[in-house]
């Protein structure tokens, strides 16, 4: 059995959290000074665990083992949402880097190691999932000319240079070194601890279709206008919103979820009926069956809006991903471990919220694992994981990742 130290474990987050330290949160944004020496301190850590480390042109913090047997790759990323959670990555880098000092710390796994990830802006200060889409080869030098600083339109170049990354070689994955991915994370929900449960095995990282709605109305006077003549936009967009959320609850599955993100109104004047209205609309759902048939309510209920008038309604998709489903092996691995760990103690669920494993998924069998999240509280600084809920996770995280590497081993 690969044992953890935990006390080695929490010692290493709550250094990660000096950091960029906000309240009891942090504010780390991605190749931010504080950031990138976080990326230093984390090099270090995992050099003196053994691995060869690494920080990459694009960021990513990568420490190989040099175990000449089978190999696992675990991670997930440094950087975080503005002003937000000192557990949301990092929770899931540590449980790697422990995990890689447990696995080589354990007699029977001789051979069997364990390689560090910590994926550069998982989070898209610049692009949601660089580091990992790097990784893959799935990010071409074109498209990093282009990329810009969400908030303040930083060429992503510029900021790399500004980090000392320019230049750099990227490390990209060697085809076969990998038996596959694991990736810890705050399950950033409720579920578990409304349950009282310890450990989510995730099943799926669920879609996300995007869209966005447009309202042409008539703008004009608010004093003037008699009701029976106006086309109000913004209405329009706020009464389909409703319709939406009046159906959906009757073709929705459990853990389907649906956002009305942003509305823009133009001009947006407290005395001004709107001419043209914008809504943001999202959804999400792991059932790749579910999601045309969410997608076609949408399209009735604008129909539906368009018959009525007075405004005319467009839908545009923005983006759609699919459901990226985590490997049955290892989600069984979990499951094992959890139940030696902490009998009973753990569900299978799918992952509302979007991961670097799904990016990982797409060259090798990938898993992940939640441990509770206090109040469901996430990307917020007051983000919480009991202490021992993270000791326990990271214990179930390492037995599984030994058991697969003792399988892989062929004992
Ligand atoms: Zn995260």
């Known amino acids: 059995m690969a044992k953890i130290d935990g006390k080695r474990l929490l010692g290493d987050l709550y250094r990660l959290r000096e950091f960029g330290t906000y309240k009891t949160g942090v504010h780390r944004p991605t190749y931010s ?25 694009v960021g990513n913090v990568i420490g190989r083992s040099k175990a000449s047997g089978p190999k696992l790759l675990m991670g997930s990323h440094l950087e975080s949402q503005p002003h937000a959670g000192w557990l949301d990555g990092a929770l899931g880098v540590i449980y790697g880097l422990e995990a890689a000092r447990a696995v080589s710390e354990t007699d029977d796994l001789a051979g069997c190691g364990v390689d560090v990830a910590a994926w550069a802006d998982e989070e898209g200060h610049f692009k949601s999932m660089l580091g990992s889409r790097s990784f893959i080869g799935d990010l071409p030098d074109a498209e990093i000319a282009e990329i810009r ?7 992503l170049t510029e ?7 320019a230049g750099r070689p990227r490390i990209a994955r060697e085809p076969g070194r990998h038996i596959g991915f694991m990736e810890a994370h705050i399950e950033q929900g409720d579920s578990l601890e409304a349950t009282g449960l310890k450990i989510g095995v995730v099943t799926s990282i ?24 106006r086309k109000d936009a913004g209405l329009a967009l706020v009464k389909l919103a ?19 993100g942003d509305i823009k109104l ?13 809504m943001m609309f999202q959804f999400r759902d792991a059932d ?36 990226k489903k985590m490997d049955e092996g290892f989600q069984a691995a979990l499951d094992r471990a959890a139940e030696t760990i902490v009998p009973g103690g753990h569900v299978r669920m799918p992952s509302g919220a979007g991961h670097d494993a799904q990016i990982l998924a797409e060259v090798m069998p990938a898993a992940m694992l939640f441990v509770p999240s206090i109040g469901g509280i996430s990307h917020h600084w007051t983000e919480n994981t009991a202490d ?19 399988r892989a081993k062929g004992g």
Request: net charge negative; hydrophobic share 45%; charged share 25%.
């Open 33 to 57: 000074p504080v950031d990138i020496e976080a990326r230093e301190w984390l090099a270090g850590r995992m050099a003196e665990a053994g691995l060869d480390a690494e920080i990459d042109g």
């Open 206 to 229: 669920v879609a996300i279709w995007q869209f966005r709605i447009t309202a042409e109305g008539v703008q004009n006077h608010a004093g003037t206008t008699r009701m029976a003549i």
């Open 159 to 165: 900021a790399l240079a500004s980090a000392g990354l």
């Open 242 to 260: 409703a319709a939406i959320d009046r159906r959906f609850p009757e073709i929705a599955a459990e853990r389907t979820v649906w956002t009305v």
């Open 288 to 323: 790749p069956d579910l999601l045309p048939k969410l997608e076609a309510e949408l399209e009735g209920l604008v129909a539906a809006a368009n018959a009525d008038g007075p405004c005319k309604l467009t839908l545009e998709t923005v983006f759609k991903t699919m459901p």
């Open 149 to 155: 600083n969400q908030y303040d339109g930083t060429p």
């Open 266 to 278: 133009e001009p947006g004047a407290h005395s001004i009926i709107p001419g043209r209205g914008e």
């Open 388 to 406: 021992e809920d993270i000791v326990l996770g990271a214990a179930v995280l390492a037995e599984a990742a030994g058991d697969l590497l003792r």
